[in-house]
């Protein structure tokens, strides 16, 4: 069990920073928690199979490295939708089915989680006006990021002056799809074909889920970039949904991708 070392996320500048904007974030990895086993450091997964006050204590610790307490923490049912809620008040525990949170509030912190999906945060420094994402390839085609953006523009924040920063997900080297979702997706969009190149497997595909996320993005009229880690290759620092089902393993941990406007 791991308990001496603290978290240390990932950032980007482009989200701005606590002196300067009142803006805090962070792309967690797996160092800094409590967690062991297969489930091994920062686990914020309450649908995980790992014992659930280890993930309370690593949720705290995600909290206070973002200078809250835990009560401040919201993260939702994450059910591969376009579903955006808006939080105004911490739910208290509740986590409504939703892939996207949106704030204006100072004090609560929005978080993602994933372990291959992308996790997108979004900040508006101007206007004070953050988001926290959850896209994997179904999402994203049913448009959870443009509609993250649109509730962002609801409570003030431009179009223009948007930031978004795609945090660790399955890289473009590791995302090998069958035929049948590259005719599903292609046939969705005959564009799509730009996202996929062909695998060394007979019949299989590459796909680029961390251009296709940002391409979408852009699209929608926002500065979007990415961090360009891959959480299936990288185990030290990442969980990956698809390496524990290569491995057959029983379960997996999730990492979480934060952000709060500072009080």
Known sequence: MITSDKPAPLR????????KDRIAHGFFTRKGGVSDGIYRGLNVGSGSNDDQDRVKEN???VAESLGAPLSQLVTVHQVHSSDVVTVTTPLNGARPKADAIVTATPGIVIGALSA???PILFADTEAKVVAAAHAGWRGAVDGILENTVDAMIALGARRDRIQAVL???IGPDNYEVGGEFYDQFVG????YRAFFRDSANNGHKMFDLWAF???RLER????ASGLQQCTYADEEQFFSYRRTTHRKEADYG???SAITITE
């Not at 980007?12 to 002196?19: H, Q």
């Not at 969705?188 to 564009?191: E, V, W």
């Not at 929608?220 to 500065?223: M, R, W």
């Open 254 to 256: 999730r990492q979480i």
């Open 59 to 61: 949720r705290r610790r």
């Open 12 to 19: 980007s500048s482009l989200l701005g920073s606590p002196e």
């Open 167 to 169: 945090g660790p997900a």
């Open 220 to 223: 929608a009229g926002v500065e």
């Open 116 to 118: 291959d999906c992308g």
């Open 213 to 215: 996320i940002t391409t």
């Open 188 to 191: 969705t969009d005959p564009s």
